[in-house]
């Protein structure tokens, strides 16, 4: 494999938490007495594997392809989006290797809905399970993801140009 094909990318994102829920998570909904806001399912941890793979291909970010103040992108489902985000990574000429994503929240604990999120992840990106490895952190009882203000997700992504 020639080093100079290979593109890395990272993608990093942050929602606030208010009462409601389920909690939806890497496509999962866990059941919880809070739910995350934002324009479309505010899936935080498929937003941040997203522009992973848009930063990795330089394709822009998430929010260019798919803009807030588009009425097709309220409510809209954060699958759909990581879907098409990878088709045009495809499309450009790469090849996803693996990605390596953290969860930052200080409840649920995710260690129980880890296995359908990396399923539900990898059938998206249609990747082998054992390329999509999704970690979890609390914040340690303080800063907003410690008090339970929000949650955030880290994603980075190898790609390879063929
Ligand atoms: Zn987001």
Do not use: W
Not at 59 to 85: C, K, Q, V, W, Y
Not at 133 to 148: D, F, I, M, Q, R
């Amino acid at each position: 494999m020639n080093p100079h094909s290979l593109r890395i990318g990272i993608g990093h994102d942050t929602h606030r938490l208010q009462p409601g829920g389920p909690l939806r998570i890497g496509g999962v909904d866990i059941p919880f007495a809070y739910e995350l806001v934002g324009h479309s399912d505010a899936d935080v941890l498929l937003h941040a594997i997203t522009d992973a793979l848009l930063g990795a291909s330089a394709l822009g970010d998430i929010g260019e392809l798919f803009p807030n103040t588009a009425a097709e992108n309220h409510n809209r489902d954060s699958i759909e989006m990581l879907s098409l985000a990878a088709a045009e990574v495809s499309k450009a000429g790469f090849q996803l290797i693996n990605i390596d994503c953290i969860i930052f929240a200080q409840k649920p604990k995710m260690l129980d809905h880890r296995a359908a999120i990396t399923s539900t992840i990898a059938e998206a990106l249609k990747l082998e399970k054992s390329r999509v490895s999704v970690k979890a952190k609390t914040g340690e009882s303080v800063g907003p993801v410690g008090k339970g203000l929000s949650i955030e997700a880290q994603c980075i992504a190898l790609l390879y140009q063929a």
